[in-house]
């Protein structure tokens, strides 16, 4: 894993949840920053940032977060505002809700996946259309 | 008006030869004030009470991590500003607010930069740095770490190295904020407030742990960086798990002591939590340097 140093580790978000290889958490997990799992957690972690399932990790529960990465371990659904990864050791058994998804070879995935489209670039289709005009760009005199 | 809460044995008695030179300085900046001295331990929590209570809103302590931690324990308004004048054995608490010197530090008290932190509380004392547990609670006692030099130093990190070999782990649970329970063999934790490791934070506590490294090149490491950390223990990137929380119980199985600011000061089971009192304190840390510091254009 790889680790970041002491000022990314304490960025004015708050500093990032790290959970180690030889730790087990019961319980839910919620972190305002980024969450990084190398050891076994037994209940749902939700992130404000990106979540990291470790090599070395076993997590029983659903997992939110912007982008999630999983090289380890994971039972249960995934919800991504971004990305949701199974990287080449990585196992998921749950469904997957992202924008987006990417599955390395050797990854193994079991459940279902839906496409979640940002609901910020939705357009309607009654949307108006509306003429802009723009001013040529002035030469540049180089 | 400033109020100094001056302590007499801080630093083996080394206010007796700075005194003069002292608070000429602080004249010359024009924050004399009022120069009261401690006369054994507990006085400055009293002295920082009666203080507050006859109204004033400036009071400094003069000593180290134990006096600024005497002074924070008997202040109990949001409007009272706390300097720290450095010149303990231990200045822990003055080093992560950017104050090394006392000439540094009566220039941060004409400035009065202030910066506003949450206490800890553990069990019924209030603190504002570091709690320790673990390892370097336990090397504390083995282990002269107040001797400065080289030769010195080499010493203490062969006598820290073999009782890290030795140092058994402890079985640890940690029940946070009531919403998850963390179990694991400790080598050693550390508890601070987020805020005072930077500025721009929110005041949140930050728990950080390691268990024992495997390798010794990477145990000799962490005994280097323990001695060399200040009594932050594991809070910089050597930490293998960290968390930040409200509210943590910490027990051990066996029970073991509890450092705070580098002084013991209790056992586990422990509660740790933090509170809504706050001490506004005279800094002189730059935020700019910190990460997520907007800076200008």
């Not at chain 2, 401690?38 to 920082?48: Q, S, Y």
């Not at chain 2, 002084?263 to 340097?289: M, Q």
């Amino acid at each position: 894993m790889a680790r970041k140093t002491h000022d990314d580790a304490f960025g004015a978000a708050g500093a990032e949840t790290m959970i180690g290889a030889g730790v087990t958490v019961h319980g839910n997990l919620v972190s305002e920053s980024d969450v990084t799992i190398d050891g076994q957690l037994e209940g749902d972690v939700t992130a404000t940032g990106d979540v990291t399932v470790g090599v070395s990790a076993r997590v029983k529960g659903n997992v939110h977060g912007t982008n999630v990465t999983v090289l380890g371990h994971l039972k249960g659904n995934i919800v991504a505002r971004g990305e949701a990864s199974i990287r080449e050791t990585g196992q998921v058994e749950g469904d997957i809700t992202s924008a987006g998804i990417a599955i390395n070879s050797g990854g193994i995935f079991v459940g279902r996946s839906k496409m979640q489209t940002i609901p910020s670039l939705d357009i309607p289709a009654d949307a108006p259309i509306v003429e802009v005009k723009t001013k040529p760009a002035a030469k540049s005199k180089s | 008006m400033y109020y100094y809460i001056v302590n007499p044995a801080a630093g083996r008695g080394q206010i007796k030869n700075l005194q003069d030179q002292l608070r000429g300085r602080l004249d010359k900046l024009g924050i004399r004030g009022e120069w009261v001295k401690t006369t054994g331990p507990g006085d400055a929590t009293r002295l920082a009470k009666a203080a507050v209570a006859s109204g004033h809103t400036t009071i400094v302590a003069v000593g180290g991590d134990d006096t600024v931690n005497e002074v924070i324990n008997g202040i109990d308004h949001d409007n009272v500003a706390v300097g720290i004048i450095p010149i303990g054995t231990a200045n822990h608490v003055a080093t992560q607010l950017g104050i090394i010197t006392w000439p540094q530090a009566c220039e941060a008290l004409a400035a009065r930069r202030l910066t506003s932190y949450s206490l800890i509380a553990a069990g019924q004392k209030f603190f504002l740095s570091t709690l320790t547990l673990g390892f370097e609670t336990d090397l504390d006692k083995t282990v002269d770490t107040t001797t400065a030099g080289l030769r010195a130093r080499a010493k203490q990190f062969a006598q820290s190295l073999g009782h890290a070999r030795h140092f058994n782990s402890l079985k640890c649970r940690i029940e946070v904020d009531g919403q998850f329970t963390l179990t694991c063999d400790l080598f050693t934790l550390s508890v601070a407030n987020q805020k005072f490791l930077n500025p721009l934070a929110d005041n949140r506590l930050i728990v950080a742990l390691s268990d024992r490294p495997k390798a010794r090149l990477k145990l000799g490491s962490v005994v280097w960086k323990t001695l060399r950390s200040g009594g932050q223990g594991t809070l910089d990137d050597t930490a293998t798990t960290r968390f930040l929380a409200d509210r943590v119980v910490i027990e051990t199985e066996p029970p073991t002591g509890i450092m705070v600011d580098g002084k013991v000061a209790g056992r586990t089971p422990i509660a740790i939590r933090l509170t809504d009192r706050h001490i506004r304190f005279i800094t002189e840390k730059i935020v700019a340097d910190f990460k997520g510091a907007i800076g200008p254009k």
